[in-house]
């Protein structure tokens, strides 16, 4: 059986929907699974080594240039690359327009079926005129969390339960030897202190603070933008055991959180990779709803806060210190 999945952005989200491949797998075991996604996360579905074929799509790129000839050549490279492949199913758990042109595109083979949401979850993008595109509409629940939304869909279309807790089928951490020569030899803790949105930021108070409770374990910080990489030189500024990182690629960054002892981090997608790797994990959720991706298939994962509600400096030191302590 051949399966295409249409999950194409954002890091957090795509990173949810890796669970679908091992629960595929795990009811039709010689399933082959094809993946669309955005070209920058392309070496994050590349981790799991149970997909098959990574099909690159760069819509936010092209449409900068699509007067350009060869960006135009680039997209039609694309959708005939898309359809080299006939498809038992083709999934698309994003909901959107572009992703229902990518399903609509697909081939799939005689009784072969397309399958899609039959309805957005509170808050998201959902765009309804997507099911244009589907065979099969899948209902979820209004708040289901972001991992079992689209194993909720794959299981309701090749008609099996989901019994088991999310596998993401990422690689184990490195070996202290196989570490690039930015990242310590010795435990340390990373702080995912950077977001988009401004309103989901914890004080840079309390990582300071937090990072005092943890000394002296190193505390590395990552960024992602010019105000981040200030961000992370005031904290730094104020702690003798924390440094800022280098710029970093997406697969640096995830191998960043794969390797630490301990990651602390707002509702981004770099503390849900970490989180995803089963690493002792403190998300701290100050305006997102907490029900829509906390880490909550393991116990090294603790979930702080909630929209509006950011949690205390004391309740993110105690959980980092019993993870810890835990580990």
Same mark, same amino acid.
């Given at each position: 059986m051949n399966i295409l999945l249409v999950r194409v952005s954002s890091l957090g989200d795509v990173l949810h929907n890796l669970p679908m491949v091992a629960d595929i797998l795990r009811h039709h075991p010689d399933a082959k699974i094809d993946w669309v996604v955005e070209e920058g996360y392309t070496s994050l579905v590349r981790l799991n080594p149970r997909v098959r074929r990574v099909i690159?799509? +760069? #819509?936010?790129?092209?449409? @900068?240039? #699509? #007067?350009?000839p060869a960006i135009r050549a680039e997209v039609r490279g694309f959708f005939r690359t898309l359809r080299e492949e006939q498809y038992d199913y083709v999934f698309d758990t994003q909901g959107l327009i572009k992703t229902g042109i990518i399903m609509g595109a697909a081939r799939v083979k005689p009784g072969g079926r397309k399958v899609g949401l039959a309805n957005g979850t509170e808050g998201s993008g959902y765009e309804p005129v997507s099911r244009v595109f589907h065979d099969q509409s899948v209902k979820v629940e209004r708040r289901a969390h972001a991992v079992a939304r689209g194993r909720e869909v794959a299981a309701q279309a090749l008609g099996y339960a989901i019994d088991t807790p999310p596998d993401f089928g990422l690689p184990a951490p490195s070996e202290l030897a196989t570490r690039p020569a930015w990242m310590p030899r010795e435990d340390y803790a990373v702080f995912f202190h950077g977001t988009a @949105? +401004? +309103?989901?930021?914890?004080?840079? +108070?309390?990582?300071?603070?937090l990072g005092r409770a943890l000394a002296p374990m190193a505390v590395l910080l990552p960024w992602g933008s010019p105000a981040e990489q200030a961000e992370a030189g005031t904290i730094a500024a104020s702690l003798p055991n924390a440094r800022v990182l280098p710029k970093l690629s997406m697969m640096e960054a995830v191998e960043l959180a794969r390797d630490a002892a301990l990651a602390v981090g707002v509702d981004t997608g770099l503390t849900h990779i970490a989180a995803a790797f089963v690493r002792p994990t403190v998300e701290i959720y100050c305006d997102s709803p907490r029900w829509k991706t906390e880490g909550n298939w393991s116990p090294r994962i603790i979930n702080l806060g909630d929209t509006a509600q950011p949690p205390s400096v004391d309740e993110v030191v105690a959980a980092a210190r019993g993870l810890l302590a835990a580990a």
């Amino acid at each position: 059986m051949n399966i295409l999945l249409v999950r194409v952005s954002s890091l957090g989200d795509v990173l949810h929907n890796l669970p679908m491949v091992a629960d595929i797998l795990r009811h039709h075991p010689d399933a082959k699974i094809d993946w669309v996604v955005e070209e920058g996360y392309t070496s994050l579905v590349r981790l799991n080594p149970r997909v098959r074929r990574v099909i690159p799509f +760069a #819509l936010r790129r092209w449409r @900068r240039g #699509l #007067l350009d000839p060869a960006i135009r050549a680039e997209v039609r490279g694309f959708f005939r690359t898309l359809r080299e492949e006939q498809y038992d199913y083709v999934f698309d758990t994003q909901g959107l327009i572009k992703t229902g042109i990518i399903m609509g595109a697909a081939r799939v083979k005689p009784g072969g079926r397309k399958v899609g949401l039959a309805n957005g979850t509170e808050g998201s993008g959902y765009e309804p005129v997507s099911r244009v595109f589907h065979d099969q509409s899948v209902k979820v629940e209004r708040r289901a969390h972001a991992v079992a939304r689209g194993r909720e869909v794959a299981a309701q279309a090749l008609g099996y339960a989901i019994d088991t807790p999310p596998d993401f089928g990422l690689p184990a951490p490195s070996e202290l030897a196989t570490r690039p020569a930015w990242m310590p030899r010795e435990d340390y803790a990373v702080f995912f202190h950077g977001t988009a @949105r +401004a +309103a989901k930021k914890w004080d840079t +108070a309390n990582w300071i603070a937090l990072g005092r409770a943890l000394a002296p374990m190193a505390v590395l910080l990552p960024w992602g933008s010019p105000a981040e990489q200030a961000e992370a030189g005031t904290i730094a500024a104020s702690l003798p055991n924390a440094r800022v990182l280098p710029k970093l690629s997406m697969m640096e960054a995830v191998e960043l959180a794969r390797d630490a002892a301990l990651a602390v981090g707002v509702d981004t997608g770099l503390t849900h990779i970490a989180a995803a790797f089963v690493r002792p994990t403190v998300e701290i959720y100050c305006d997102s709803p907490r029900w829509k991706t906390e880490g909550n298939w393991s116990p090294r994962i603790i979930n702080l806060g909630d929209t509006a509600q950011p949690p205390s400096v004391d309740e993110v030191v105690a959980a980092a210190r019993g993870l810890l302590a835990a580990a």
